[in-house]
């Protein structure tokens, strides 16, 4: 085991470069930033004489559903600027396949599933 803690501590004097890294690369980007044009939201390219450096402002948006169903009749239907979508219920997944197997059996052909990365979390003891 004892290269397994070697590579524990080489797991974490790399961690602690990374964050300084990172650190680095986004008070470099806030001065960027503060020298070039940015838009409200969106994208903008600026060419340098040297490099093109692009610059996007993303916006976030969600939309309160009860507030939502009381005005949605205000404008057309086929301009309301939301999308219903359909998504997994891993959990519900997870739940079929362990206690309901015959039931996820009849459904499991509608859902693909594949394996993620593996998260590592080392700490010093």
Same mark, same amino acid.
């Given at each position: 085991?004892?290269?397994?803690?070697? /590579?524990? %501590?080489? *797991?974490?004097?790399?961690?602690? #470069?990374? !964050?300084?890294?990172?650190? !680095?690369?986004?008070? $470099?980007? &806030?001065? $960027?930033?503060?020298?070039?044009? =940015?838009?409200?939201?969106?994208?903008?390219?600026?060419? /340098? &004489? #040297?490099?093109?450096?692009?610059?996007?402002?993303?916006?976030?948006?969600?939309?309160?559903? $009860? =507030? *939502?169903?009381?005005?949605?009749?205000?404008?057309?239907?086929?301009?309301?600027? $939301? @999308?219903?979508?359909? %998504?997994?219920?891993?959990?519900?997944?997870?739940?079929? /396949?362990? !206690? &309901?197997?015959?039931?996820?059996? @009849?459904?499991?052909?509608?859902?693909?599933? @594949?394996?993620? @990365?593996?998260?590592?979390?080392?700490?010093? /003891?």
């Amino acid at each position: 085991m004892s290269n397994i803690d070697g /590579l524990a %501590s080489e *797991w974490l004097e790399v961690k602690a #470069q990374e !964050k300084q890294i990172i650190a !680095k690369r986004r008070a $470099i980007e &806030e001065q $960027i930033t503060k020298a070039l044009d =940015v838009k409200d939201e969106g994208s903008i390219s600026h060419k /340098l &004489e #040297q490099h093109k450096v692009t610059l996007t402002q993303p916006v976030s948006r969600k939309v309160d559903p $009860i =507030v *939502w169903d009381k005005i949605k009749d205000k404008i057309p239907e086929n301009m309301h600027p $939301i @999308k219903v979508v359909m %998504s997994v219920d891993a959990q519900g997944c997870r739940y079929l /396949l362990e !206690k &309901e197997p015959r039931l996820w059996a @009849k459904v499991s052909k509608a859902f693909e599933s @594949k394996q993620g @990365k593996i998260g590592v979390k080392v700490e010093h /003891l």
